[in-house]
C-alpha cells in the first residue's frame, strides 16, 4: 500500500460516499487511476464499502454483548455455527475469562431470553454463557489510524499509531 491507496481509505472511511473523482482530484491522479485502485484494494480484502445501519431504528431494542465459554476443541466449530445467526454483528475468538465474544441484536427481551436460553446454549461445544445487555452506545466507529509514525515523527516509542 502506497499514499494514494492511504488516501483513498482514508476518504472513505471518512464519507463511503466519496466519488472517485473527488478522490483522484485531491490525489493528483486520473479518476481511472482511483477507480483501479479501489477494485485492488477490494480484491484483496483491505477494504468493504456497506452501509451501516442504526438497529435500534428498526426496531432490535435488546442489545447485548455475550461471553461464551467454549468446550476445548470446539472455538471454530462454535464459533462459524454462531456467525451464521442473523442476530449476531460482531463475534471475536478472545484468550481471558471468554473463549468467545459476540455482539446481539434482538427485537425485545423475550427474543433475547429465547435466542441465549434456547439457540445459543443449543450450539454444541458451548459450556456457557454471560448475557451483558448495552443500555446506551457512546460510539461506535469504523474509523481508525492507517499509518504508523516513526519514532522521530512521534517524538516517542516507534509503532505508535497516529
Not at 464499502?49 to 472455538?75: N, R
Not at 475468538?93 to 439457540?119: K, N, Q, S, Y
Amino acid at each position: 500500500m502506497d499514499e494514494i491507496d492511504r488516501l483513498i481509505l482514508r476518504a472513505l472511511q471518512e464519507d463511503g460516499r466519496t466519488s472517485f473523482t473527488d478522490i483522484a482530484r485531491h490525489a493528483a491522479v486520473s479518476e481511472t487511476t482511483i477507480r483501479a485502485r479501489y477494485r485492488n484494494l477490494t480484491d484483496q480484502g483491505i477494504v468493504r464499502t456497506v452501509g451501516v445501519v442504526d438497529p435500534h431504528s428498526l426496531g432490535f431494542l435488546a442489545p447485548a454483548i455475550l461471553g461464551v465459554v467454549v468446550t476445548p476443541g470446539y472455538g471454530d466449530a462454535v464459533a462459524r455455527a454462531i456467525t451464521a445467526m442473523p442476530e449476531i454483528s460482531y463475534a471475536v475468538l478472545t484468550l481471558g475469562r471468554f473463549d468467545l465474544i459476540v455482539e446481539v441484536f434482538c427485537r425485545d427481551l423475550p427474543h433475547l431470553t429465547e435466542f441465549v436460553m434456547g439457540t445459543i446454549h443449543s450450539v454444541p461445544g458451548v459450556v456457557r454463557t454471560e448475557t451483558l445487555m448495552i443500555a446506551r452506545s457512546y460510539k461506535l466507529a469504523y474509523r481508525w489510524a492507517l499509518t504508523m509514525e516513526t519514532d522521530e515523527e512521534s517524538g516517542g516509542e516507534e509503532g505508535v499509531m497516529s
